[in-house]
């Protein structure tokens, strides 16, 4: 999940976003991601730069900044990885 795809869920800029994660990795709660490029469908600049953040930093990043939208982010953590999240059937004999 990408610093941007946070910002968009919570109504914040991605700066502020990607200022936090570096605030947080300064600290040592979650090790500083790698960097890419991606296009900006917004004003400004027609190439952004966003943090690419595991499903663990993801989530403490969502808690630090915003936790009732925690949530969220534990549903599109489903949602790009549904079978991990599928409960097995078993059947009593």
Known sequence: MS???????????????????ERLALRGILT??????VPNTGPGPRVIRVYLLDKRSSLIVVAQLSPEFTARVVDRWQELHPTACRVPAFRLQ
């Open 3 to 21: 610093s941007r795809e946070i910002a968009d869920m919570l109504g914040n800029n991605n700066s502020d976003v990607m200022r936090s994660i």
């Open 32 to 37: 500083l991601p790698p960097l890419a490029e």
